[in-house]
């Protein structure tokens, strides 16, 4: 049986705060309009690193916490990952609390929100660091599964 290893999407395989729609600054009333999740960017070296994960035999699936307060948040993620993953359009999973899944793995930026409560049934956190250097963070985290394969 595969290990899974959990994915955030925002600001971990997709673009969030470098967002076209925040060129100007930071505007939280950005991500509640239309089309604004299927315009973020891909980070640079996830898709190589989530497929890389996939080759070695992980079982990877995306965990993602939509805006609560939009309909679009939910289905423009769906399509945003049909668009730049499709190998994983069957295995995403939108919450509003990650810490009721359970996994080996929760790669994800947000450490404060989610460390502790996926640790509480025992997966690892591993925290992406949102830094200028994506691509060599994605190739760190490929790095290090590598050699916990499943």
């Known amino acids: 049986m595969s290990k899974t290893v959990f994915i955030d999407m925002d600001d971990t395989i997709a673009d969030f705060l470098g967002a076209e729609a925040f060129k100007d600054g930071f505007d939280?009333?950005?991500?509640?309009?239309?089309?604004?999740?299927?315009?973020?960017?891909?980070?640079?070296?996830?898709?190589?690193?989530?497929?890389?994960?996939?080759?070695?035999?992980?079982?990877?699936?995306?965990?993602?916490?939509?805006?609560?307060?939009?309909?679009?948040?939910?289905?423009?993620?769906v399509q945003w990952i049909g668009m730049y993953f499709p190998e994983l359009i069957m295995k995403i999973n939108l919450t509003q609390d990650k810490g009721l899944f359970k996994g080996a793995y929760l790669i994800d930026d947000n450490a404060p929100k989610w460390e502790m409560k996926f640790a509480q049934h025992g997966g690892e956190f591993i925290h992406f660091q949102y830094k200028k250097d994506h691509k060599s963070e994605w190739e760190s985290i490929v790095t290090y599964l590598s050699v916990q394969i499943p």
């Not at 994960?53 to 309909?71: K, N, T």
């Open 28 to 77: 939280v009333a950005k991500m509640y309009e239309p089309g604004f999740f299927l315009g973020l960017k891909p980070i640079a070296g996830a898709q190589v690193g989530v497929r890389q994960l996939i080759r070695m035999g992980y079982d990877v699936q995306i965990l993602s916490q939509p805006v609560a307060e939009s309909a679009h948040s939910y289905s423009e993620k």
